[in-house]
């Protein structure tokens, strides 16, 4: 009995993301085993076959067994319609020729070789399965990185569970998968993966817990691009968002496409997917409202991005017409280019210089950039100098400093 690495794709919208991770496992991770696809042939050309051909060594065609999630309730709670044929995961019990499988959505990138979570997890049960927590709710599982073990029994019982509507409390496969391993069994029958094993960093603007993210950045072992906007919708991480980690993607992706320019460009060239462009009214995730949310960035940069609606009153920013007018300080005008050059973009150049020197090795293990220029953390104005700043309150008359420390008393 074999084991395997899989993954999913039902289209060419994700082509690029399932290229670049089945090359990074085999060329540069060097697996030892095999990689498998499921794909829909019938939506993908026969180039795009023929690319996936030349990495993966088992291409499964699912074009008549598709299944399809409630599209009203996903477009309601994830309002993201592209997902319903993400309940097609549960094909992956129905490959009883492999004794275990780790299954990777084709938008996540391993950084480490995975190969031993086979072996780790080989005692998994068929009613068992292993993965991190969502970093959005960490009692739930994420469903784009899980192993486990097909099983005809552990199939039937899932495909029956996909024909009622409330089986899935998002509308899509990871509701699904929690409900049936998770939330029936009170949670005894999810394994939880260490997060490292399925880090979700396109949290732009939404919570994350970054001083975590910088201390066990060298231990993480994937990353999972989640949200509608995947690192190749954009080469330009100057006009993506920031905290995003989409140039580690871009790394391997170029590493492994770029040499041939036109096939690089056909690749990019591949659209997004009809359901990219819907505009639903819905709940609204965080990580889908990345455009506005890294605001902080893209004040400077993205003059045409409409603005999102705020998420929290306090996020309310009322445009009012000044009652006052201040004697106006021009911007310094960069003579080449006629454009204003503001601080924003001066910061995010010398962060962006500080992430394009971060790089991926083998030897080394991910180096993480440093916390306080990439997250934005601590930065301190160029005039502000803490020893100087100290030495000039030292010098304050004692009397100054204790007659308010007295004032303070008082109150
Ligand atoms: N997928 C696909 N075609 C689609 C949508 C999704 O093949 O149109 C597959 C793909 O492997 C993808 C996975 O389903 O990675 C789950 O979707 P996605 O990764 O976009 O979900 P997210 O992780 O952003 O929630
Ligand atoms: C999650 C998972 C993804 C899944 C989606 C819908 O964000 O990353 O794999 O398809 O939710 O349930
Ligand atoms: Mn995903």
Redesign the pocket.
Known sequence: MSKAYV?????E??LP?ALTLAQKLKTELKTKHKLVILIDSSALSTESIDLIKQVYDVAIAIDDDLINAPLDKLVQRLGRS??S??FTKVLLWNLTDYDTLIYL???TLPLADLDHLFEEYKDLTAEQIAASPDAGWPDIFNS?VLVLKPDADVFSKLLEFTTVDNNTFDGADQGLLNEFFNVASAGKNWVRLPYVYNVTPNYSGAYQYLPALHRFFSSIKLL?Y??QTKPWHAEDILGTDFDNLHHYWWGDFNKFYAKDATLKAKLLSIPK?EAYNLNFAKYSNQWDADKDAGAKFHIALEKDTPAQPPLFPWEHKEERTPTRVFESHAPAVEESSGVPKSKVEDDLRESIETLSNVNVSKDEGVKSPPLSQSYGFGKQSKGFNPDKSLAEVAKLPLKFLSKNKNKGEEK
């Open positions: 993954t999913l794709l039902t289209n919208s994700y993301g592209e997902l044929i993400t959505d084709s938008d784009g999972h989640i949200g997917g």
